[in-house]
């Protein structure tokens, strides 16, 4: 699970220290901090549509790791899939369960929603397809991932493909090493900053209100988290010693982001 990361870099950090104690920090998947990501997962498609065009070739249940609210889990349950949801953060368990309730009796009947660790769990069955999106494995340190590729390794059915994505951190287009960027959350909209110098193990992501006055009174929520930084080449190499084949590497469309991202696609060979 992610950290809070007290000293955040950049303007994100001047802006948190500016508001001095107004600030309240939460980590993006703790109780607060799930529902903005949940009202930042509701405007984004980024991946959907490269992983339903593999995973409608797979045959078999789905296995969503780290589902959070579900941005993944619905498309697959909508193209009538059997899917299981893993997530660790419990408030990001009750998002998804809420909404599985609120909608259609079909979807929630074909779906299993599990607490659990991706980088260790034991679910005593197979899948045809084991997806983490959303360049989640970079929030395991080189201590969690052997774990994550392990477990899968023991998830994955004869034939069955592990589809996960990274980012391409790509220091030509940093330009400056900040990027501030106004974005639709829910009913409201947030002000997302990404930090990144080059060279940089890890990359830190903090948002604020949308709507900030600077010198006003009251509480300001703000959610943080830092992501490592994880190249294809090297999560290949991970996966090659962990006895899996990199098939295709599909490059994904840049998503409002400044670094490019990239899902692979593994099958166990040895
Ligand atoms: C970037 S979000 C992705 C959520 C969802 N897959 C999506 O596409 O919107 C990362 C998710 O990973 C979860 N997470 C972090 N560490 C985890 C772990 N060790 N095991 C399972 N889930 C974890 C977080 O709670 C969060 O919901």
Known sequence: MTTITT??????????????????????????????????????????????????????????????????????????????????????????????????????????????????????????????????????????RPGLYRSVREHLAEGGRFLLSTVEMDAARSGENEAEMIVPAGESTLRMYEYWAPGDAARTVTVFPGELDESGEGEVHVCTTTIGVLPADRLEAELAEAGFAVRARHPLPMAGVRHPSVLLEAEVIA
């Open 7 to 144: 000293t955040i870099p950049g303007r994100a950090g001047e802006l948190l220290a500016a508001l001095g104690d107004r600030a309240v920090l939460h980590d993006m998947y703790d109780a607060y901090g799930s529902q903005v990501y949940h009202g930042l997962s509701q405007h984004g498609d980024h991946e959907i549509r490269e992983l339903l065009g593999i995973i409608r070739q797979l045959p078999g249940p789905v296995l969503d790791l780290a589902a959070g609210s579900g941005r993944l889990t619905m498309p697959f349950l909508a193209m009538g899939r059997e899917v299981t949801a893993l997530e660790l953060s419990p408030s990001m368990l009750e998002l998804l369960s809420a909404r599985l309730d609120a909608g259609p009796a079909a979807l929630r009947e074909r779906c299993t929603v599990v607490p659990g660790d991706m980088s260790d769990f034991s679910l005593g069955r197979r899948f045809g397809a084991v997806v983490l999106g959303t360049t989640t494995v970079s929030l395991l340190d080189e201590a969690g």
